[in-house]
């Protein structure tokens, strides 16, 4: 369990405060965004990814121990490693929608995420192969064992909001959505929270759609 909420805080950290500055105004420019985030996660350079955070993130947690717990989960520890994908996922990018107040614009991008998690000084049985399954699925990811010690993990319907408004001086951007980090409602509007929940939820109710006709 314990390494089950590691991993995923993990991949929250990694994509939850990225954010590049940019003045694009389409759908189809901010992909040029989401080409440099996905570039610098598979380059580990989490030094750029943190450079221009959103401005409130900051007021919550530091940004020396945000690099820090990333540096930890992704440059490899005692316990286990974690490797992402050599190349981008395919992804979406949403229209543009407007917010209620301080200018806000915002969109929506979603994807899976590919993702190697290895531990270092344990091994698990079937049991706990099984357990550790399961829970995982419960968090939306696809996860295989292929070995007692390593597994490979799909995390679907990931979704990364990308937005601008008067606390970022008009600049635009990242911010992972998560549901159940308090941070996240820190950041963001409550309309822009509803509208990302329904966003995510339509995103997991196709997918559902997809997996039952297959």
Do not use: C
Not at 54 to 67: C, E, W
């Amino acid at each position: 369990m314990n390494y089950i909420l590691k991993f995923v805080l993990a991949f929250s950290f990694l994509l939850g405060s990225v954010n590049v500055i940019s003045s694009q105004n389409s759908s189809k420019d901010l992909s040029v965004l989401v080409d440099k985030m996905f570039s610098d996660v598979i380059n580990k350079d989490f030094e750029s990814l943190l450079d221009m955070t959103h401005p409130k993130v900051y007021d919550i947690l530091p940004r020396a121990k945000m690099l820090s717990v990333i540096k930890m989960m992704f440059e490899g520890n005692e316990e286990y490693s974690i490797e992402t994908a050599k190349e981008a996922p395919e992804y979406v990018v949403s229209e543009i929608y407007k917010g209620k107040s301080n200018n806000l614009e915002y969109a929506f991008v979603s994807y899976d995420m590919d993702m190697k998690m290895t531990f270092k000084s344990q091994e698990f049985d079937d049991e706990a192969i099984k357990m550790m399954t399961t829970m995982m699925k419960a968090q939306g990811m696809d996860v295989e064992f292929v070995s007692s010690n390593t597994l490979e993990a799909i995390v679907k319907n990931s979704m990364t909001i990308l937005l601008k408004e008067d606390a970022t001086e008009g600049k635009w951007v990242l911010l992972n959505y998560d549901a159940d980090s308090p941070l996240f409602y820190q950041v963001v509007s409550s309309d822009l929270v509803e509208k990302a929940k329904k966003y995510k939820q339509d995103l997991m109710l196709v997918s559902k759609k997809q997996s039952e006709t297959n």
